[in-house]
């Protein structure tokens, strides 16, 4: 009897998620890092409930937000990935002129009744541009497209990391690349980009580099 009733509850559970066309796995490991976050974070603040419950509200409005995104048809995403994009580069460049400057680094935008990093924005939104540009062109990935999606990738990238913020920088660069890499880029480009990096690698070091970030 048991037996059947756990049998009912998985069924069950996973109707519900396919409705919600949520991946269980993707759902368990956010689940899992969402908890170990809240522990963290009680632990940090000495125990503060009133902290917790705010975090606690902004993993609702996230998990709201995430079965909204899961259930957009794939010809939305890619109409309104370009506009998202551009929504992001002008967020940051108003980090640039009107950002609050805090501990050596100019990355929060205060607009009165929030206060966030525009470059979280683009860790979504440059992916889904290379993906949206990607959609329309022939595969695997020539040199013109290729092109093209580093140019979409490294303009916010340079901006970010001229907070300084090297780490989103980074990020924000591997979600890109790695949307080309899925893409099917060839393996002769793939050498060639990583024989160019290594040329440039000694000039970032010098010239772009902070001394704490080195």
Not at 6 to 19: E, G, H, Q, V
Not at 54 to 74: C, D, E
Not at 75 to 82: I, M
Request: glycine residues 6%; charged residues 15%.
């Amino acid at each position: 009897m048991n037996q059947f009733l756990d049998d009912d509850n998985i069924s069950y559970t996973k109707r519900f998620l396919d409705a919600l066309r949520l991946d269980p796995v993707l759902l368990l490991l956010l689940s899992l890092l969402s908890i170990f976050g809240m522990m963290l974070l009680y632990s940090a603040s000495g125990s503060n409930v009133d902290l917790m419950m705010r975090q606690v509200t902004r993993l609702a409005m996230a998990l709201v937000l995430l079965i909204v995104i899961a259930n957009m048809p794939l010809r939305v995403l890619k109409k309104v990935s370009p506009w998202i994009y551009l929504l992001g580069l002008l967020l940051l460049l108003g980090v640039m002129f009107f950002g609050e400057v805090g501990k050596g680094a100019q990355r929060w935008l205060d607009l009165g009744f929030i206060r966030f990093q525009p470059s979280e924005i683009l860790k979504l939104a440059v992916p889904m541009m290379v993906a949206s540009y990607l959609a329309d062109r022939s595969l695997p990935v020539g040199w013109k497209a290729l092109t093209v999606s580093v140019i979409l990738v490294m303009i916010p990238v340079v901006m970010i990391a001229r907070q300084p913020d090297l780490g989103t920088a980074i990020l924000v660069g591997s979600a890109g690349f790695f949307v080309l890499f899925l893409a099917g880029i060839r393996w002769k480009i793939m050498l060639s980009l990583g024989f160019l990096f290594s040329l440039m690698a000694p000039l970032m070091w010098k010239f772009v580099l902070h001394d704490y970030q080195r």
